[in-house]
Protein backbone atom coordinates (compact mmCIF):
# COMPACT_ATOMS: atom_id res chain seq x y z
CA UNK A 1 0.00 0.00 0.00
CA UNK A 2 1.72 3.10 -1.07
CA UNK A 3 0.10 6.65 0.28
CA UNK A 4 0.62 10.16 -1.45
CA UNK A 5 1.96 12.32 0.90
CA UNK A 6 1.20 15.97 -0.04
CA UNK A 7 4.67 16.88 0.63
CA UNK A 8 6.91 13.75 -0.21
CA UNK A 9 4.70 12.12 -3.02
CA UNK A 10 3.87 8.71 -2.91
CA UNK A 11 5.67 6.49 -0.13
CA UNK A 12 5.17 2.93 1.29
CA UNK A 13 2.99 1.96 4.17
CA UNK A 14 5.91 1.47 6.46
CA UNK A 15 7.19 5.35 6.49
CA UNK A 16 3.64 5.86 8.38
CA UNK A 17 1.80 5.12 11.49
CA UNK A 18 -1.93 4.40 11.81
CA UNK A 19 -3.62 6.52 14.23
CA UNK A 20 -7.32 5.61 13.60
CA UNK A 21 -10.84 6.41 12.68
CA UNK A 22 -10.94 10.42 12.04
CA UNK A 23 -14.26 10.38 12.49
CA UNK A 24 -15.16 9.95 16.14
CA UNK A 25 -14.31 12.96 18.66
CA UNK A 26 -12.99 12.73 22.29
CA UNK A 27 -15.83 13.10 24.56
CA UNK A 28 -15.83 16.35 27.07
CA UNK A 29 -14.69 14.56 30.20
CA UNK A 30 -16.26 16.82 32.13
CA UNK A 31 -19.83 15.56 31.70
CA UNK A 32 -22.34 13.99 33.85
CA UNK A 33 -22.09 10.59 32.37
CA UNK A 34 -18.40 11.07 31.09
CA UNK A 35 -17.47 7.19 32.08
CA UNK A 36 -20.12 5.90 29.53
CA UNK A 37 -19.55 7.51 26.63
CA UNK A 38 -15.72 7.28 27.32
CA UNK A 39 -16.17 3.55 27.43
CA UNK A 40 -18.22 3.72 24.40
CA UNK A 41 -15.69 6.07 22.10
CA UNK A 42 -13.06 3.76 23.45
CA UNK A 43 -14.59 0.29 22.88
CA UNK A 44 -17.32 -0.14 21.05
CA UNK A 45 -16.37 1.43 17.84
CA UNK A 46 -17.68 0.93 13.97
CA UNK A 47 -15.40 -1.42 11.65
CA UNK A 48 -16.64 -0.28 8.24
CA UNK A 49 -16.55 -2.07 5.41
CA UNK A 50 -15.45 0.51 2.76
CA UNK A 51 -14.49 3.81 2.13
CA UNK A 52 -13.52 6.09 5.05
CA UNK A 53 -11.08 8.85 6.75
CA UNK A 54 -8.46 7.68 8.86
CA UNK A 55 -5.14 9.37 10.90
CA UNK A 56 -1.70 8.83 9.61
CA UNK A 57 1.33 10.21 10.97
CA UNK A 58 4.03 10.43 8.12
CA UNK A 59 7.24 9.83 11.05
CA UNK A 60 9.91 8.11 8.38
CA UNK A 61 9.34 11.14 6.29
CA UNK A 62 8.26 14.82 6.83
CA UNK A 63 6.67 14.26 9.97
CA UNK A 64 3.19 15.64 8.84
CA UNK A 65 -0.57 14.44 9.53
CA UNK A 66 -2.72 13.39 7.40
CA UNK A 67 -5.87 12.54 6.94
CA UNK A 68 -6.86 9.28 4.16
CA UNK A 69 -9.99 8.27 2.62
CA UNK A 70 -9.07 4.70 2.14
CA UNK A 71 -11.30 1.80 1.16
CA UNK A 72 -11.01 -0.77 4.48
CA UNK A 73 -11.92 -3.92 1.79
CA UNK A 74 -9.59 -3.08 -1.29
CA UNK A 75 -7.13 -0.57 0.59
CA UNK A 76 -7.81 1.28 -2.55
CA UNK A 77 -6.47 4.90 -0.92
CA UNK A 78 -8.38 7.42 -2.63
CA UNK A 79 -7.10 11.01 -1.45
CA UNK A 80 -4.65 12.18 1.27
CA UNK A 81 -4.29 15.22 2.62
CA UNK A 82 -2.62 17.53 5.40
CA UNK A 83 -4.79 17.99 8.78
CA UNK A 84 -3.02 20.06 12.00
CA UNK A 85 -2.19 17.85 14.67
CA UNK A 86 -5.04 19.48 16.91
CA UNK A 87 -7.51 18.59 14.65
CA UNK A 88 -6.00 14.68 15.42
CA UNK A 89 -5.88 15.02 19.20
CA UNK A 90 -9.57 16.63 18.76
CA UNK A 91 -10.36 13.23 17.32
CA UNK A 92 -8.71 10.62 18.21
Known sequence: MRIACPYCGARGVHEFTY??????SRPDA???????????YAYLRDNPEGAHDEFWYHGSGCRSWLKVN???????????????????????
Not at 30 to 40: H, L, N
Not at 70 to 92: C, D, F, M, W, Y
Open 70 to 92: RNTKTHLIAKAELVLPQAVGAAS
Open 19 to 24: LGDAGP
Open 30 to 40: SAADAGKTFYE
